[in-house]
């Protein structure tokens, strides 16, 4: 707008000053060629030659238009499809933001040919597919991402995982996780996709095989990759229990890093799983030594439930620890195990006791009335250890003991009248 007010602007100025010119004087010019000859004024000459130069650039640039009109007339298309296309993907991720999937759907798959960004539209439509649960559908939204931005193979399978990981979809998950694995070994959202569901898988020896690279992706920080590396190494440990494989067992053990097997917890947990498969000697042995170096309630608590051959020796060991810790709770309850498994009924008692007076609770007060109750025969303490047990678990017990008590002391009194 501006430049045409300029310009008119000059023609008018120009008009004047010419016309003031031609009015003083006017001028003359004669064209001549062979036998005719044209006479004018100059102003009338430079008007025809301006008028003639402005018609063949009008005709010129109304040819130009005239041609252009096709393109124009795509451009314009184009453009009103692209505008559309827009609107349907904005109004399909709206309506997936907003949990109408069938709705999303049909508005991303109508825009997706003319869309700037179809790769998104296709990723957007198989997301509300999945919500629908048309797995096919969504399988096939994926494979079309594929077929226009092969390029984006790595995206397109990580979002193919991750919807199939949430349907469920746990083996298929698995090959497409693998896939992208050999594909790039060193993408991080892959490698932590591919440990998760290991995990959930409890493929324990697949985790193991790929710690070090998460490790050197960084892909965890120090403490969640040192609590993931003992627990795969836990489960691995409990697999081998469970088929009751000693050997494999002790063989992983003696493989594994030396900062794990000084681990205080592993140890423990490797001495309970020797327990398990009946080797209470290498379990004493192991146990002994974390007592030696550090001491631990859980690790005295283990040592309780080894059965050793020689028991009065283990007995010993074990009192020895009374000088370090005399008031200790979890050693008195250890010492008790070891003095019932040795038959040393009334030492088994008084340790319980004294354990129980510094940190009561249910299983303490149930073996202490199981001792009464089958090796000193007294009922009535019995009783009284087992309401003791059972008020520190759930208060709706107490009616059901209640009526066993009542119903173990009435036994009581019918034998005493049947001797009598």
Known sequence: MVKFFIVGLFVLISTAYITIIAKEDPGYALISHGDWSIEMTLVLLVFSFAAIIISVLLSIYILYKLLSVPENLISWNEQRKLKKANKQANTGMMQLAEGNCKAAERALGQGVNSSHTPLLNFIAAARAAQGQNKREQRDKYLSLAFKYYPKAQIAIGITQAELEISSEEYEQALVTLRHLHSIDQSHKQVLKMLVDLYQTLSMWEEVAKILPDVKHKRLLSNDEYQELELETYRHRMLNLTNR???????????????????????????????????????????????????????????????????????????????????????????????????????????????????EADAEKWHILGHLYEVRLNDMHKSMACYREGLSLCQPETQSSLDIAEKMALDNIDIEANAND
């Open 244 to 358: 009751e494989d000693l050997p494999s067992l002790k063989l992983m053990w003696k493989n594994f890093p030396k900062k794990t097997t000084s681990n205080e917890l592993m140890r423990c947990y490797y001495s309970r799983l020797l327990i398990k498969l009946g080797d209470d000697e290498l379990a004493a042995e192991i146990i002994q030594e974390s007592l030696r170096k550090n001491w631990s309630d859980e690790a005295i608590k283990i040592y309780g439930c080894i059965q050793e051959q020689d028991g009065v020796n283990q007995l010993k060991t074990a009192e020895k620890f009374l000088n370090q810790h005399p008031n200790n709770a979890a050693l008195l309850f250890s010492l008790s195990q070891i003095c019932l498994a040795n038959q040393l009924w009334g030492k088994a008692k008084d340790y319980l006791k004294e354990s129980i007076e510094i």
